[in-house]
């Protein structure tokens, strides 16, 4: 079903230069071939037919290709989106590592690694002052309640890991709040709060953590009410496709929770089922011929496309079954 959404002819030009790097985007039996590669130094000669040709040369260059595009893409991003709230979206997952960085390093009185992302609506250096002299004003409502959130979590409970998930779930309520203009956008960003939950869920499950974590890292806004997961938090891991009946995850996440048992291949198929989820959504955006939508989507396909190849690379450096690399593979954009 076609989600409606604004047609804006402001991105007419924008979105005819997308359609055409939509086509160079990796299809599924390139990706077949990557997984076939038998060492990395074949996998680095079979990208030479793609886009990455001209940012890698050896195997162990991997991650500065993959840094290399990021910018590329997001430069892109800042040419050709207007409007500021798309932009404010697409950073918010930098502005809120940059914050769990500050905060973090606050609470344990250290210097802050250097480890901060510079695509961000804050800039990284910003951070201190702002939590120093606590100028919040400057700063979105969602990143000052999760700062005030989590810091009164640590100091009730010590436990850096409530940090951790209390910050990730001012993330998603910011990243749904900002998507309000754009109802294809809004659906999606509901979508991948779902994907999010049941992640948690499972990583509760696998981890044996304890419930306080599932209960305050389950994020409201989602398809799927998180009082679902909370009321079979004891059950068996089993239970889960019978909470998710009768929505788009049933299904797919009953057929591998077969393999619950091998955690590097149950992630690895989650990991598949969770872009096989996804991807649908930003197919969508075909149909649209104007508006901030389809710029959106190519964003969100490319780095889709950046964490599969990161995948690959470490799969053939740690020399990991390619029958098991090919489960990984979704059906791409």
């Keep these: 079903m076609l989600i409606e959404t604004l047609q804006d002819e402001r991105y007419a030009f924008a979105v005819g230069k997308i359609r055409v790097l939509e086509t160079r985007l990796i299809k599924t039996p390139k990706y077949q071939r990557l997984a076939d590669a038998v060492s990395p130094d074949e996998l680095v000669s079979q990208l030479q037919d793609t886009d990455y040709a001209g940012y890698i040369e050896r195997p162990e260059e991997y991650p500065s290709m993959i840094k290399s595009v990021n910018k590329w893409l997001q430069g892109l991003m800042d040419k050709y989106i207007i409007d500021a709230w798309a932009l404010d979206f697409l950073k918010s997952h930098n502005d809120f590592h940059n914050l769990r960085v500050w905060v973090k390093s606050k609470l344990q009185e250290v210097k802050p690694p250097n480890i901060f992302l510079g695509w961000a609506k804050i800039e ?49 309520r910011y990243r749904l709040e900002l998507s309000k203009p754009s109802s294809w956008l809004h659906e999606f960003t509901k979508l991948e709060i779902d994907l999010y939950n049941i992640e948690t869920f499972m990583r509760y499950k696998f981890m044996k953590l304890d419930r306080k974590i599932l209960h305050t890292g389950l994020v409201d806004g989602g398809t799927v009410d998180r009082i679902r997961l909370i009321e079979i938090a004891d059950d068996p891991i089993e239970s889960l496709p019978m909470a998710l009946r009768f929505t788009p995850y049933e299904y797919m996440v009953g057929e591998i929770v077969k393999d619950w048992k091998d955690p590097m291949k149950f992630f690895i198929l989650w990991d598949k089922v969770r872009d096989n989820l996804t991807l649908p959504i930003l197919k969508m955006t075909i149909y649209y011929t104007f508006g901030v939508d389809p710029i959106i989507a190519y964003f969100l396909a490319r780095k889709l496309e950046l964490r599969l190849l990161k995948f690959i690379f470490i799969a053939k450096f740690n020399e990991i079954p390619t029958d098991l690399i090919k489960c990984r593979i979704p059906d791409v954009y």
């Excluded at 910003?126 to 990143?143: A, F, G, V, Y």
């Excluded at 959130?149 to 779930?169: A, Q």
Aim: proline letters at 4%.
């Design 124 to 172: 990284p250096e910003s951070w201190d002052k702002i939590l120093e002299e606590e100028r919040w004003s400057e700063i979105p409502t969602s990143m000052r309640d999760a700062i005030e959130e989590s810091i009164t979590t640590y100091y009730m409970s010590k436990d850096m890991r409530l940090v951790d998930i209390t910050i990730d779930r001012h993330l998603w």
